[in-house]
């Protein structure tokens, strides 16, 4: 029987070539083929295809852009993909309300684009920002550099729209800073990569937009000296609005085969550090910074223009895809540990003699380290690996994953090492919100 004969209001794609690219996503997981990729146009399709589901038993799996690097849209056994990227709405800003509803179709790049044309800003700003839509930052949380500062996107969600397993949308939340009815429903589908339903839309957060940034490379001859600064700058009252890094291997990547403005990058390791305050080029703010920094700071350089600055951030943001075109079978993680670990972090990776190579936001303790090797690594190794990484990462009470979520890549993981009541109680409420198991099955949990 044809499970999706006459879906309305859905484009459905059944030919195996066509389906060939919704097997991955950008992690290193590869799914099975999926049944089907639906792209809904309407609640008709949703509803129907949860009614489906339920009657035949097949998963249904969420997917916004696909740049996910946790394998959450990467289809599991008889499943259906649901590719949300046609689906409809409209943008609105509200700027009395300091607020902006959008559909989860719309791509970050464009809701980023529609505040800032009010003179205001949406901070999450994960890497991929460019090309990733907005259903999925809400489905996973994300992060980015601004993080350091600003806080993740569940700190910016005031309210999500979800289709859930009665087949209606529902709304959770309302478009005001303040509200306490109750526990925050909405904060629970945030981050819950796909397994709770669908979210549609979502009302966000908006606040005055930055305009004077201070963009300064920290270039340091021994890259270690750089973990005790996110401590010195918090400690000392400074709150940079991103301070990433790169340790020396990545680097020399950068240098070698990056674009011209990676090229010129100075010093053995670098980090970059973003200020955005009103005020933060000011002489007094530099100086005062400089004063923090102490000696470290010598070979210090500001960005001189916009142009510089948008460099650097280039830079920065392709990274990832630098290291993946140089090394495809490389495996990314992204730990987290608190700011004052850092340097426990990285005695504990020497001693576990892990081929890893770091960047990342380090002012926030979220570490991409990177097994370039990992495709010419013995799997069971590998295994192992990854799973020392983790308990190191634990043991110095840090998480699995600071930003990307577990998906597929780390559920091992995460069911093995995790608090066991943790794992009951998300059981629970999965059990309490998806009786069926319909929902992104065999992920997360
Ligand atoms: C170059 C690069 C840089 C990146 N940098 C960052 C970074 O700095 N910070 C960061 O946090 N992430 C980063 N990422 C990871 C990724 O871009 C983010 O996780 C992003 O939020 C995923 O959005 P997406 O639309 O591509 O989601 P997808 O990959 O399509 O899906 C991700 C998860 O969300 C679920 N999902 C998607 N849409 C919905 C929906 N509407 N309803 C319910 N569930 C849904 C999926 O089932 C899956 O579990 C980066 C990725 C790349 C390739």
């Given at each position: 029987m044809d499970i999706l004969r006459g879906l309305p209001e859905a484009t459905v794609i059944r030919d195996l070539n066509d389906l060939e690219p919704f097997r991955r996503d950008e992690s290193h997981?590869?799914?099975?083929?999926?049944?089907?990729?639906?792209?809904?146009?309407?609640?008709?399709?949703?509803?129907?295809?949860?009614?489906?589901?339920?009657?035949?038993?097949?998963?249904?799996?969420?997917?916004?852009?696909?740049?996910?690097?946790?394998?959450?849209?990467?289809?599991?056994?008889r499943t259906v993909v649901v590719d949300l990227s046609a689906w409809p709405g409209e943008m609105t800003v509200s700027p009395q309300d300091l607020c902006l509803h959008a559909p989860a179709s719309a791509l970050l790049r464009d809701v980023k684009a529609a505040a800032e044309a009010h003179g205001l800003f949406y901070p999450p700003d994960p890497n991929s920002w460019e090309s990733c839509a907005l259903g999925g930052t809400l489905?996973?949380?994300?992060?980015?550099?601004?993080a350091c500062k600003y806080g993740m996107t569940r700190h910016w969600a005031l309210s999500l729209d979800a289709l859930l397993e009665d087949g209606e949308i529902h709304t959770f939340g309302i478009s005001s800073v303040k509200a306490n009815a109750g526990p925050a429903l909405g904060q629970l589908l945030l981050g819950s990569e796909g397994i709770f339903g669908f979210i549609l839309g979502a009302t966000l957060r908006l606040t005055p937009?930055?305009?004077?940034?201070?963009?300064?490379?920290?270039?340091?001859?021994?890259?270690?000296?750089?973990?005790?600064?996110?401590?010195?700058?918090?400690?000392?009252?400074?709150?940079?609005?991103a301070f990433e890094f790169f340790d020396p291997a990545v680097l020399a990547e950068l240098?070698?085969?990056?674009?011209?403005?990676?090229?010129?990058?100075?010093?053995?390791?670098?980090?970059?550090?973003?200020?955005?305050?009103?005020?933060?080029?000011?002489?007094?703010?530099?100086?005062?910074?400089?004063?923090?920094?102490?000696?470290?700071?010598?070979?210090?350089?500001?960005?001189?223009?916009?142009?510089q600055?948008?460099?650097?951030?280039?830079?920065?943001?392709?990274?990832s895809v630098l290291l993946k075109e140089r090394h495809p079978g490389k495996v990314s993680?992204?730990?987290?540990?608190?700011?004052?670990?850092?340097?426990?972090?990285?005695?504990?990776?020497?001693?576990?003699?892990?081929?890893?190579?770091?960047?990342?936001?380090?002012?926030?303790g979220n570490l991409h380290v990177n097994l370039l090797t990992a495709g010419e690594t013995d799997p069971?190794?590998?295994?192992?690996?990854?799973?020392?990484?983790?308990?190191?990462?634990?043991?110095?009470?840090?998480?699995?994953s600071g930003e990307h979520g577990i998906g597929l890549a780390k559920r091992e993981a995460f069911l093995?090492?995790?608090?066991?009541?943790?794992?009951?109680?998300l059981h629970a409420i999965k059990q309490a919100l998806d009786p069926h198991n319909i929902f992104n099955p065999g992920k997360v949990i």
């Open positions: 997981v590869h799914g099975v083929a999926p049944l089907a990729v639906v792209k809904p146009h309407g609640a008709a399709a949703l509803r129907e295809l949860v009614r489906r589901a339920k009657l035949e038993g097949f998963g249904l799996v969420p997917r916004g852009a696909g740049t996910g690097k946790a394998g959450g849209c990467v289809p599991t056994e489905a996973t949380n994300a992060g980015g550099p601004n937009l930055p305009r004077e940034f201070a963009t300064l490379l920290l270039p340091v001859k021994h890259w270690e000296d750089l973990l005790e600064l996110p401590g010195r700058l918090f400690g000392g009252g400074f709150l940079p609005s240098r070698a085969h990056g674009p011209e403005e990676a090229r010129r990058l100075p010093g053995e390791a670098l980090a970059i550090l973003e200020f955005d305050e009103r005020g933060c080029t000011s002489e007094p703010f530099l100086e005062g910074l400089l004063d923090l920094l102490g000696p470290v700071a010598d070979g210090l350089e500001i960005a001189a223009d916009v142009r600055r948008q460099g650097i951030w280039a830079v920065r943001r392709m990274t993680e992204d730990i987290v540990v608190p700011r004052s670990r850092l340097r426990e972090f990285f005695a504990g990776l020497d001693q576990l003699r892990i081929p890893a190579t770091t960047y990342g936001h380090l002012g926030d069971a190794q590998l295994d192992r690996q990854l799973m020392d990484l983790f308990r190191l990462a634990l043991s110095l009470g840090g998480a699995l093995a090492l995790s608090d066991p009541a943790q794992i009951r109680t």
